[in-house]
């Protein structure tokens, strides 16, 4: 921001400095000299005193441009605006061109995305119509590896700060995920305007600045093929890189799936069920899925792909059989590769092609009254008409009674479809002829007339009687897909309600089918058939269906239409799965206090042969020494054995303590006492144990700030154990820092070395019993201090994990579950300055 600034103060423009932050870093200090400078407001707001942009003197002084840093910021109270960014808004409708400067995690739509990964939760942030309205953005680009290297140099926090955002917000991780953001949000921005472009000059031709492929779908089970294929098409636009597991993710061009409904409903042969598994495929693909309506699907579909800038299409070579094809002449397909134009059109073929569609079920359409009604109108209806017209004879022609009999008979129609339209067209036009057309009282067909009007009548009636159960039949298509479409989305949302999902699925099972009951059972019901049939047990018919290899969903109540069980089948599947997640908690539940028990176990066990040996050697020398009558020892001497035999004999009872309380968590009649622990209430003892000519132990003052919730003894010996390790390594007149912070909902402890520091292969084994740096030297131990704090830290719910010190060393992250707000009353934090006395 300030480079612009100066390249354009350098053409001769006015340029001034309306407010940058530069957190004393001097390079950034150095890019301000030669700019002028406006003046700050300063807003006194609970008694602290603040500093912000003077807008007011940015509006007197009219510049041509103004450089104004952090715009997402939030203003201190008092000024006439809560965001920065709404200054900048009142700036640039005075016609003040302003350049600012925002960092990727603080645009609104990202906002949820970036707490998911840095886990900090961003307070401040600008909508991004604010930043899409600018007339150029320019993206500021590094690497995470350079980026963290400017940070280590200093270049970016204060020294004393570094360590901890390093080892926090910058880490590679979440600086590479944050810079794909930023790429991302930026190319679509560019897209954006490449799409504005073509929209405003009216240009329809296809711009292949990116690949774009675009699949149409029919909604009949090839499309899943169709849709790999295109995919591999998409994924060879572009070198392919690393990513996702499962189904490849798509890592090339953009893909988008397509579906044309027709606007007039008639979608022949499509599955809502198949769609839907295909617009899950699309997007486990990377890819995108729409639906669009229009009333011819090779224009709709090229009209769409024209919109989306697409450089390819993919579509499914025609299902329609030869004798269909020369009947009906050029399908779509055809006709979209005639109408393509610049855009290129792939033919995928499938097991479908060639084969002709599969007709339609044959299913009953209207309900039992309306088909018995609708023969009886057929018969009885024209049978008084021609009573009434005999009434009437001479007061209307024949035209008229014709007309009168064709209402009759479309009437008859719309009410009981096409039998009765063929029984009411035949009556009509018998009586019609029998009665009113000349010879009267005569059946007569040999005339011209007589055979026009039986015909015209039977094709009317015809006409009529298909149009009405066409529309009746996608009418019920039409409810039912919206039906079976609620069913599921209320189904989804079962799943995800909390814990209780298995109960939630067969309550809903039961409701959506209704059923008497629905239960899970071990063992299939006896001569019950699967989800293909209903069989007659106790409470009526019995359908069940396996869901596990061996759980069994046992619907009783009524037998299902086959409509039905195809929607069962699919809510057997998410009942599948929900059994499976039941399991898998209900068997990590069980195993997780056998895994603590065991990590407990293992790591004081091990501990009785590290710490066994001394204090007993000890012990037993200053004992023998003094039963010995062969030495006369000084009062000083005397004392000094017996403190050395006091102690050895107190290490000794703190380790039978462990082996008792092992055995009580070997018995069950142990748990741990986790509480809200903080590092005050630990630490002075942690530190008793280090030996007094060590390196000094630099505690931070935010250290003592977090609690956790954690067994303060066992605490007490993890912090121990890192520091004595920490100490043994730092060079000589480098201390020990140890510092904290809080991640959302855990608190993690650094303890911060200068030493040599260990390479990335053996920090896994740095953790196994018995190992120490290059096992050169055991005058300090045999190495048993991380293997035991990781074997304490993970009995805790917790996990302790290396990381490289920057510029050089080894730190030692523990991470705890944070106490509860509510659980640290009563926890005093004594003055940094203590601790470091300390």
């Known amino acids: ?48 005193q603040f500093e912000e942009m003077d807008l007011d003197a940015v509006l007197a002084r009219r510049p041509e441009v103004a450089l104004v840093d952090e715009l997402p910021h939030s ?96 880490r590679v991780g979440n600086l590479t995920a944050l810079r794909e953001l930023a790429l991302l949000w930026l190319a679509g921005r560019v897209d ?74 008639l979608a022949a042969g499509a599955s809502s069920a198949a769609l839907a598994r295909q617009r899950t495929l699309v997007e486990s693909l990377g890819g995108s899925y729409h639906s669009v309506v229009g009333a011819d699907i090779p224009t709709s579909l090229l009209e769409f792909a024209r919109a989306e800038n697409a450089t ?33 059109v792939h033919m995928v073929s499938h097991e479908r092609a060639g084969r002709g569609r599969l007709l339609p079920s044959r299913r009953r359409t209207l309900p039992t009254s309306r088909l018995i009604a609708g023969p009886v109108a057929g018969l009885v209806l024209p049978v008084a008409l021609t009573f009434l017209l005999d009434h009437m004879r001479g007061s209307l022609n024949l035209t008229s009674e014709a007309l009168l009999f064709l209402l009759a008979v479309v009437g008859v129609a719309c009410v009981g479809g096409v039998v009765s339209a063929l029984v009411a067209s035949v009556t009509a036009s018998l009586l019609l002829n029998y009665w009113f057309i000349p010879p009267v009282g005569r059946f007569t067909l040999t005339t011209l ?12 009636a015809g006409t009529v009687a298909a149009v009405v159960d066409r529309s009746l039949r996608l009418s019920r298509r039409s409810v039912r897909a919206t039906a079976e479409a609620e069913t599921l989305s209320s189904l989804a949302g079962s799943i995800v309600r909390g814990d209780q999902a298995v109960p939630a699925l067969l309550e809903r099972t039961r409701e959506t089918f209704g059923m008497d009951s629905a239960e899970l059972v ?13 069989a007659e047990g106790s409470g009526g018919p019995v359908v069940q269906v396996p869901v596990a290899h061996d759980a069994y969903l046992v619907l009783r109540g009524r037998v299902l239409s086959a409509s039905d069980r195809r929607v069962l089948t699919a809510f057997a599947a998410h009942v599948t799965a929900a059994v499976e997640r039941a399991r898998l908690v209900e068997a990590a539940a069980e195993i997780e206090p056998v895994k603590a028990a065991d990590r407990m176990r293992t790591a004081l066990l091990a501990a009785v ?129 140890l510092t904290a912070s809080a991640l959302a909902d855990r608190v993690e402890f650094r303890v911060i070395d200068r030493g040599p520091g260990l390479p990335a292969a053996d920090r896994e084994t740095a953790f196994a019993p018995f190992q120490r740096m290059g096992d050169t030297d055991n005058t300090t131990g045999v190495g048993l201090g991380l293997a035991l704090a990781r ?48």
């Not at 007339?449 to 009317?460: I, K, R, Y």
């Not at 071990?522 to 209903?534: R, S």
């Open 1 to 48: 921001m300030l480079d612009e600034g100066r390249r354009r103060a350098e053409r001769g423009t006015d340029v001034v400095v309306a407010f940058v932050e530069c957190h004393r870093r001097r390079y950034t200090e150095a890019k301000c000299e030669g700019l002028e400078i406006l003046p700050r407001a300063r807003r006194t707001y609970r008694g602290v």
């Open 75 to 170: 203003n201190v109270p008092g000024g006439r605006h809560a965001k920065r960014w709404q200054d900048i808004e009142e700036l640039l409708a005075a016609g003040i061109d302003v350049v600012s400067a925002v960092n990727i995690q603080h645009l609104e739509s990202l906002n949820d995305v970036v707490e998911k990964i840095t886990r900090v939760p961003q307070r401040e942030t600008v909508p991004d119509d604010m930043v899409r309205r600018a007339h150029q953005i320019e993206l500021v680009d590094m690497s995470a590896e350079a980026l963290r290297r400017r940070m280590a140099h200093g270049n970016i926090y204060a020294p004393e700060k570094v360590d901890a955002a390093l080892a926090n917000y910058f």
């Open 192 to 265: 954006e305007a490449l799409q504005n472009y073509r929209s405003e000059h009216g240009i329809d031709r296809v711009w292949e600045a990116r690949e774009r492929v675009v699949v149409a779908l029919s909604g009949g089970p090839e499309g899943d093929t169709i849709i790999r294929r295109a995919a591999r098409i998409a994924d060879r636009s572009h070198a392919p890189h690393p990513g996702g597991t499962g189904e490849t993710p798509l890592t090339g061009g953009d893909l988008l799936t397509v579906h044309i409904a027709r606007s007039d409903g």
């Open 312 to 344: 390819q299409l993919v579509i499914g070579s025609s299902s329609r059989g030869r004798l269909e094809r020369f009947v009906t002449g050029r399908g779509i397909g055809e006709t979209v590769v005639a109408m393509s134009g610049d855009i290129d």
């Open 449 to 460: 007339n007589s055979v026009l009007a039986t015909v015209v009548f039977a094709v009317v």
């Open 522 to 534: 071990d063992e299939p019901v006896a001569d019950g058939p699967a989800v293909t049939g209903g």
């Open 609 to 737: 042969s590290h710490d066994l040996r001394t204090p007993l050697a000890a012990g037993w020398a200053a004992v023998s020494s003094l039963r010995s009558r062969d030495v006369d020892f000084s009062d000083e001497d005397r004392d000094e054995l017996l403190a050395t035999a006091e102690e050895s004999m107190s290490r000794l009872n703190r380790l039978i303590e462990n082996l008792l309380d092992m055995s009580r968590l070997q018995a069950g009649a142990l748990t741990l006492s986790l509480r809200a622990t903080a590092l005050q209430e630990v630490l002075p003892t942690a530190l008793e144990s280090l030996p007094a000519d060590g390196p000094a132990i630099d505690v931070q003052s935010q250290a003592y700030g977090p609690a956790v919730m954690a067994d303060p003894p066992l605490l007490e010996r993890v912090v121990a154990n890192l520091l004595s390790n920490a100490a043994r390594y730092s060079p000589r007149g480098e201390s020990v820092l």
């Open 791 to 838: 074997g304490l830290t993970e009995a805790m719910a917790g996990n302790l994990t290396p990381e490289d010190t920057p510029g050089g060393g080894l730190t030692m992250v523990l991470s705890l579950p944070a106490a509860e707000p509510r659980e640290l009353v009563g926890l005093v934090e004594p003055g940094a300055d203590e601790w470091r006395d300390r």
